[in-house]
């Protein structure tokens, strides 16, 4: 009898502990298809390819694995517990600062929440947005046969960048989520007088080329967005 209560008690209290014990995690794997630019055909810079972003993953605000841009085995199958992760897609210029003598480059950022499944495979392509955005200018063949020594000025949050012909500068986005582009054109006319047109446009976003233009009939400058690279 006495054997008998050992033997039930001992049983009631290995399953007490088991209760205790966390299961196993399931596993499940996680395949990046393609990583892509929102935008193939980006004006006036290289195109941009899979091997240009880098990707890192969190869990719990914590990264537990990452991948350069040039590391191509984050396209292999990764294995990871299942879960939500969040994925982080960039270009690995993404927190370069430019001077005033700089043009820059298109920035590329995209964040991508993913779940893996126990004993599933998920698969993944991520479309990457520009974050910043660009400025060009452009003059028609009339205006350069009446114009000569022009300089074309950009100014986004206090930095200021004179683009040349077939030029583009890019510039950060501002906290607020929208930028104030003022812009400059200088040249001197047939008569070799100088003059300044200058404007400032607000409201802009990322994700677009801004080209200005100066029209001979009006005096003036116009801007119209380019590219969209959303």
Known sequence: MKRYIIYVVSILVLSACRSDIPADNGIG??????????????VQTKS???????????????????????????FKKIILDEGTYLLKVFSENINETWNDVQLGNPKYYKEEEVTIVNEHTTYVTIKVPVVNLGVCYLLSDEVKSLLSNYAFTAIVSGRSVTIGENETAWFDMPVSGTAD??????????????????NVYSDLSAGHLYQVTYSWQTRSLTIQTKESME
């Open 29 to 42: 794997t996680l395949c990046i298809s393609n990583l892509l630019p929102a935008s193939i055909d980006v």
């Open 48 to 74: 941009t390819s899979n091997t240009d972003f880098a990707l890192e993953i969190w869990k719990d605000d914590q990264m537990i694995k990452s991948y350069a841009a040039n590391d191509d085995t984050k």
């Open 181 to 198: 582009l003022s812009v400059s054109f200088t040249a001197q006319n047939s008569d070799s007088e100088w003059f300044t047109q200058a």
